[in-house]
């Protein structure tokens, strides 16, 4: 599907001079990102605002540190209760060690996805609290957990929940509910990933014991931020460029062995991980564990101090994340089917099946989302209840709309785009054609269509190793602060092929002005027969490393005729 392209207005002349010191493709790349002035610039570049916000500014910190140092002190069992995903297992790992570092007799509970499911769970509380627990500490999971909750607090657990998705009505009866997005929270900054917000318990209770910030576990933020595509805005921004820095000072005795070895494994140099490393590199290996089987082997990657250990669990990671991508093209491939008639693309797509794999039935339905710009729930149907996610597009509120179906539902949470939910077999009819009739209201009378916001027109002229040293002090690049995109047009084709295992990537040379470039169009194989000779090209333009020589390389976001007209607007 051809993308909507949002080019960009003209600099004001004011900005434009006040940017002066910096090239005019930089000048449009900053002035999108709503910096006007040359100290402005500085500051962005170097990696955003050095202040971050007071931990105790968050309800429920009052409460949660001292029960927890007090926990410490008195050797009482602590449990951190952690998500499978790569947020919770890093968000897990930075609790636990930090815990342990204040003399805690701490350790990790994560559930397992097939067998509980995300969040709390009542039996998981009840064993935990027979082993001894008496304080257990969720991180990135239990907003919505009220009647676990309810049986922590009769079994005489003492729960603080740290959670960063979007509350229900009704807030959990815990010990303490930190949560940046609860009504009246103060706290400034309400784009904390799970990671981040147990970097601000362990912040606050290291200050309150009198200790350093736990800076030496911004590694584990940068990778659980980052991959859980939290917006690499204000404060996000700058915790995570602290860790990139600790994530490539190769050789320091400072990095985790487990994250080196998934450095490699993933065929990325150390010293050169960005977030787009992270993002598609060791972010879906420790997603993987958590999808196919448990993600127990990622938590201990994250947390041995044995280089062997590591290597080997490293590698066992990245087997599970080769089957879950071949997982999740057999489950698209099925959901496609499934989801998709013969007319017009549903305003809501959907498809469930018995034999979908509930460890990538998310992933499958951001590829339909991805492709067909509509909301998209993929389901796995158990015996008794169906386990779901969806995925959604900007303007339709994905949570809110399974609010409203909350009365039929078992469990459900996330965010705007992005949701689960489980609900009885005998309901789910009903659950979906209630999701099916909001998307339709919501979309009536539009052609929903990716809209690819365009950071500046270039001439391949341009893209000089001058703007490309630029680009790369914009990272951390991400949600928020997207990496940039140009656009070039009456590009000649002078190559175009196919590629990949399933010919599914298109790889092209294209050359404008007298300069050539590589280019790869991840997912766009099936325009390699009918491309024409003049095309118009939206692409990132970034560093390729292949055999140990590096060029750059065009990274194709939307690629169609010349000079027929298309879809654009000037935002």
Known sequence: ?????????????????????HAPLERQILVRRG??????????????????GDPFLLLGMEAAVPRLLQAARSGEPVVVYGDYDADGVTATALLVEVLEGLGARVSAYIPNRFDEGYGLHEAALTVLHHQGARVVVSVDCGIRSVREAEHARDLGLDLILTDHHHPGADLPPAFA???????GDPYPFKELAGVGLAYKLAQALRRQSGGPDPEEHLDLLAVGTIADLAALQGENRHLVSQGLKQLNREGSTAMRPGIRALIRVSGY??????????????????????????????????????????????????????????????????????????????????????????GVVGLAAGRLTEEYYRPAIVASI???????????????????????????????????????FTVRNEN????????????????????????????????????????????????????????PVFASRQVTVVQRRAVGSDGSHLKLTLREGGRLFDAIAFR??????????????A???????????????????????SGQGQAEERD
């Open 269 to 358: 140099e150390p010293g050169r991980v960005n977030a787009t490393a992270v993002g598609f590199g060791l972010g879906p290996r420790l997603n993987a564990a958590g999808r196919l089987e448990s993600a127990d082997k990622a938590l201990r990657l994250l947390t041995t101090r044995d280089p062997v250990e590591a290597e080997s669990l490293a590698h066992e990671l990245d087997a599970a994340n080769r089957e879950r991508q071949r997982l999740t093209r057999v489950t698209v491939e099925r959901a496609r089917l499934l989801g998709l008639g013969a007319g017009p693309i549903p305003a809501l797509i959907f498809a469930a099946h018995a034999e979908f794999n509930a």
């Open 539 to 561: 692409y990132h333009l970034e560093r390729n490393l292949y055999l140990g020589v590096e060029t750059p390389q065009l990274n194709v976001q939307d690629i169609r005729p």
């Open 177 to 183: 509910v930190i949560n940046p997005r609860l009504p």
């Open 428 to 483: 789910l009819e009903i659950v979906v054609e209630r999701l099916r009739s909001s998307a339709d209201a919501t979309l009536r009378g539009s052609d929903p269509r990716p809209r690819l916001e365009i950071d500046a027109e270039a001439r391949f002229a341009d893209l000089d190793g001058a703007l490309m040293s630029f680009l790369e002090r914009l990272e951390p690049c991400g949600i928020g602060n997207p990496v």
């Open 524 to 537: 766009q194989g099936d325009l390699a027969e009918g491309l024409p000779a003049r095309v118009d090209v």
């Open 382 to 420: 158990g015996e008794e209840t169906t386990r779901a996610s969806a995925r959604s597009i900007p303007g339709v509120h994905i949570t809110e709309m399974l609010d409203a179906c909350a009365d039929l539902l078992v469990q459900h949470g996330g965010h705007a785009v992005a949701a689960g």
């Open 35 to 52: 910096v006007h002035s040359l100290e402005q610039a500085d500051l962005f570049l170097k990696g955003g605002e050095p202040e971050t």
């Open 1 to 21: 599907m051809h993308k909507y392209w949002v080019l960009p207005e003209p600099i004001p002349p004011e900005l434009d001079a006040a940017l002066g010191a």
